[in-house]
């Protein structure tokens, strides 16, 4: 592209400026204007950057692309604002607060072919789940049989995080909507759809109306089974993914983040040896050295921009399955569902799971 295309970020926090970093770094971007309600000055190597109060205010810029870094509770209106002023869309992760939000957003989606809306699902753009996938669709190790998923921090609020993320009323949930959402969104990547599911949901320890534990036992159709830890009271932070085939497994350990607390990214690749089952397989490991995942998905998105070409990663669709499965996990708990009034998932996802 001759001319670059005209980015705005609305909202400037740490995964804001992330986002500016990449945008800055992309020959076919150029950041033009921010909004943030906290930030009063963008500091001497932005001066050429706008900054707005709030994403109305940022939208009356002349804009191609929106970056949405904002809380849950404002994420689908500024995706619907984007799209309805003609722009292409790229939202973090979750897409709102609530199952209605993604679908409403859907909705204005669907009106408007030729842009493009993309969703932050940034562990899916890591070279080691990359490498898992690759090896799981090429068949080397055989069918899936099942995965044992743990992701977990040590609280609600970490590494200087605003406190929003402890209030059902602006987050919608706690850590598994907050975090593990990226597990529950590794495992559909991986399996597919889960369609029976159990639950237990617990705010026992941190006690804010969010949960701080949530775990769960799921099955596709097929017969994959799926085990799921999202905590905020893993004291020594952790994920890992134990992914187990008919002939063999891939365990994906660490996952490289700017906090560097949740150690070295790995992927270890076991392969069975029925001839010698002593429980002792040979095993290979490769440790990933560098995070360029947040690149990598700016790259795709402006790709698909350029060749109007469909988001085929963490597409509207992909955003929406992810969150209707962990509102599902959440349905599950009869406790839960009751205390919070989580409405049945199911009759949304029949009209958007095609």
């Known amino acids: 592209m001759a001319t670059k295309l005209k980015v705005g970020i609305a909202g400037f926090g740490v995964v804001g400026r992330r986002r500016k970093a990449c945008i800055d770094a992309h020959p076919s971007l150029e950041c033009i204007a921010v909004c943030d309600r906290s930030v009063d000055d963008l500091g001497p190597s932005n001066e050429s950057v706008r900054l707005h109060a709030d994403y109305e205010a940022l939208l009356s810029e002349d804009l191609d692309l929106l970056f949405v870094c904002l809380p849950n509770d404002l994420a689908a209106a500024a995706t619907i604002a984007g799209l309805e002023r ?46 898992a996938l690759a090896m799981i669709r090429s068949k080397e190790l055989g069918e899936l049989i099942s995965l044992r998923g743990v992701y977990g921090k040590s609280k609600l609020i970490t590494f200087d995080q605003p406190d929003w993320r402890t209030k059902r009323e602006i ?9 593990g959402i990226h597990m529950v969104d590794l495992m559909r990547l991986f399996a597919g759809e889960f369609t029976t599911i159990h639950s237990a949901i617990s705010n026992s320890h941190w006690g804010y109306d969010v949960e701080d534990n949530a775990y769960s036992l799921m099955t596709t159709d097929s017969g994959v089974v799926a085990m799921l830890s999202s905590s905020a009271t ?30 070295s990214e790995t992927l270890t690749v076991v392969r069975a040896n029925p001839e010698r089952d002593n429980g002792d397989p040979r ?72």
């Not at 993309?118 to 562990?123: E, I, L, P, R, T």
Request: charged share 25%; proline share 5%.
């Open 86 to 131: 003609g722009l292409h869309v790229f939202c973090e992760k979750p897409p709102g607060r609530t199952l209605d939000d993604i679908a409403n957003v859907i909705q204005v989606e669907r009106r408007r072919p030729a842009q493009r809306l993309m969703y932050g699902f940034n562990h899916r753009h890591h070279e080691s789940v990359e490498d």
């Open 171 to 179: 987050a919608g949930g706690g850590v598994l909507l907050d975090q």
């Open 234 to 263: 893993q004291w020594r932070h952790r994920f890992s993914l134990d992914i187990t085939l008919e002939r063999g497994s891939l365990v994906l350990g660490g996952i490289l983040s700017s906090s560097k607390s949740y150690g």
């Open 283 to 354: 095993e290979v490991m490769t440790s990933y050295n560098a995070d360029r995942s947040w690149e990598r998905e700016v790259d795709a998105f402006a790709a698909a921009i350029a060749g109007e070409l469909p988001i085929t990663r963490s597409g509207s669709r992909d955003a929406f399955m992810t969150m209707a499965l962990v509102f599902s996990i959440y349905y599950a708990d009869p406790s839960w569902r009751k205390q919070h009034q989580i409405p049945d998932p199911k009759p949304l996802m029949g009209d958007f799971d095609a």
